[in-house]
């Protein structure tokens, strides 16, 4: 097995020496039809009850993030994921709440969550060379990283983005907040296969999606894409940078950087 990375042949790693990460933000807004995703790292849930459903208060704070909350801090949120939440609720009767036991009626609401933003890396999961040919129309060049290096050539590449991005704090190129403590900063690599799938999922009395695998989706979603990217047969690299204990997003979106160290790791052709 091999991850592929498809690209401009005049953007080569081999040629260039230099590998460009992007955001999800700029996925979200590029011009580049072929790669973007105006939804990327974005979940939207329909949710419905119909009838009487009974939940629990602390599921209902999970479900609704904070804007509505029901009881006291025993109730708290099961879970609190960072990133943004856009709750519109079309109609909301609920009767209680018991201690145990909220009863909804008769009720809908529209959640969207937002991951914070962070630097992705998109590659895609192949078994021979040829598959990714073709693969994205305007790219003429590839090369590769065999599967059974992915999570170390994943960690070189935290390794370069961390420093770089210390580096160019202190010239005042500042790829994070400017006050970042960079003392303190740190860069978590995620490596996941894309799971192609709709993003509009409905919850119901009658389609109901365990709680736990819907917040098992919130939590993922920086790895779901609608089926019509499923061609792509991506496996994603996302780093996340911390400091100080709190998630830091860039202030860019993208950034170039020096990929010497990581020439090792790759696999290419000469045409």
């Known amino acids: 097995m091999l991850l592929a990375k498809s690209c401009h042949k005049k953007d080569h790693i081999a040629f260039r020496k230099t590998l460009r990460l992007g955001t999800l933000a700029e996925y979200r807004e590029t011009e580049i039809k072929q790669i973007a995703d105006c939804k990327e790292g974005t979940t939207t849930f329909n949710i419905k009850f119909k009838g009487m459903v009974n939940?629990?208060?602390?599921?209902?704070?999970?479900?609704f993030a904070g804007a509505i909350h029901i009881g006291s801090h025993d109730t708290e949120p099961v879970y609190h994921l960072p990133g943004r939440s856009i709750i519109h609720v079309n109609r909301l009767e609920y009767v209680g709440p018991s201690m145990d036991?909220?009863?909804?009626?008769?009720?809908?609401?529209t959640i969207t969550r937002e991951a914070m933003d962070s630097f992705?890396?998109?590659?895609?999961?192949?078994?021979?060379?040829h598959e990714c040919v073709g693969m994205f129309a305007d790219y003429d060049a590839y090369w590769y990283v065999k599967l059974l290096h992915a999570?170390?050539?994943?960690?070189?590449?935290?390794?370069i983005l961390r420093s770089t991005i210390k580096d160019r704090h202190r010239t005042g190129d500042h790829i994070v907040p400017e006050?970042?403590?960079?003392?303190?900063?740190?860069?978590?690599?995620?490596m996941e296969r894309v799971i192609y799938t709709d993003r509009d999922i409905e919850i119901?009395?009658?389609?109901?999606?365990?709680?736990?695998?819907y917040m098992r989706r919130m939590e993922t979603m920086t790895y779901l894409k609608p089926t019509t990217f499923e061609h792509e047969k991506e496996m994603r690299y996302r780093y996340i940078i911390v400091s100080e204990g709190k998630?830091?997003?860039?202030?860019?979106?993208?950034?170039?950087?020096?990929?010497?160290d990581l020439l090792p790791y790759v696999i290419y052709f000469n045409d």
């Open 151 to 159: 999570d170390s050539f994943g960690k070189a590449l935290g390794r």
């Open 247 to 260: 998630i830091i997003s860039p202030t860019v979106k993208s950034i170039i950087l020096n990929a010497e």
């Open 55 to 63: 939940l629990e208060p602390k599921w209902f704070n999970t479900l």
């Open 179 to 190: 006050n970042t403590n960079m003392e303190d900063l740190n860069v978590f690599m995620e």
């Open 101 to 109: 036991l909220l009863t909804i009626k008769d009720s809908s609401a």
């Open 204 to 213: 119901s009395n009658h389609s109901i999606i365990p709680l736990g695998e």
């Open 120 to 129: 992705i890396f998109c590659m895609s999961s192949i078994r021979r060379t």
